[in-house]
């Protein structure tokens, strides 16, 4: 049986960011998972964590989602924090790699091979106010044909390190000035489908 882990990252801000949507999405998450069998767990960072439960979690799961708002063009700084306390725990335990992959004797060797997490995959599903034509499309000024992959690698490349597969992101996109939540909730769901 597959087994998913939903880290909300939500983090609430007066008159900007209540939560609605990304727990909206969340639950759509939650959802798709469970009607496919699968046995779910969650964080909601926002509420707290211990740090040993959220390693025991990344390793007890098969597949690994972040659900988030994008505040200026990253994840909410909490998320950063829960990363630095979570993943520094999974390395010095040797839980979540064995290094950078390269060695003294042989420093030239592939940096980023050294994670023990294969054969599991992680995902992110984003909420924003960028409109989806703002990416993949080299006159776009700010992101320059950039894909939304592209622009969370420092997102994904965490993951990456430990050694898990990461899959292509999902967005709502435009949420402020022009949202389809119910469309969003749909893709959404066509997306999941693809990987859980």
Not at 104 to 129: C, F, H, V
Request: hydrophobic fraction near 35%; charged fraction near 20%.
């Amino acid at each position: 049986m597959k087994k998913v882990l939903l880290i909300n990252t939500h983090q609430f801000y007066e008159g900007m960011s209540s939560g609605g949507l990304n727990k909206t999405m969340a639950g759509v998450i939650k959802e798709e998972a469970e009607k496919s069998g699968y046995e779910f767990q969650q964080t909601e960072i926002e509420r707290g964590y211990a740090i040993e439960d959220e390693v025991q979690k990344h390793l007890w799961a098969d597949c690994i989602i972040l659900q988030s708002p994008v505040y200026w063009f990253g994840m909410p700084w909490i998320y950063k924090k829960y990363v630095d306390e979570v993943f520094t725990a999974g390395l010095l335990q040797g839980g979540f790699l064995t290094g950078d992959g390269r060695t003294r004797e042989d420093p030239a060797s592939q940096y980023g091979t050294g994670g023990l997490l294969q054969g599991k995959q992680y995902m992110i599903s984003l909420t924003w106010n960028a409109p989806n034509a703002a990416f993949n499309d080299q006159h776009q000024i700010l992101f320059e044909g950039k894909s939304v992959d592209d622009v969370f690698v420092s997102n994904t490349a965490n993951y990456k390190f430990c050694g898990m597969e990461i899959l292509p992101a999902f967005s709502s996109h435009d949420v402020v000035k022009a949202p389809d939540i119910q469309g969003d909730i749909k893709r959404l769901r066509e997306h999941l489908a693809r990987f859980i």
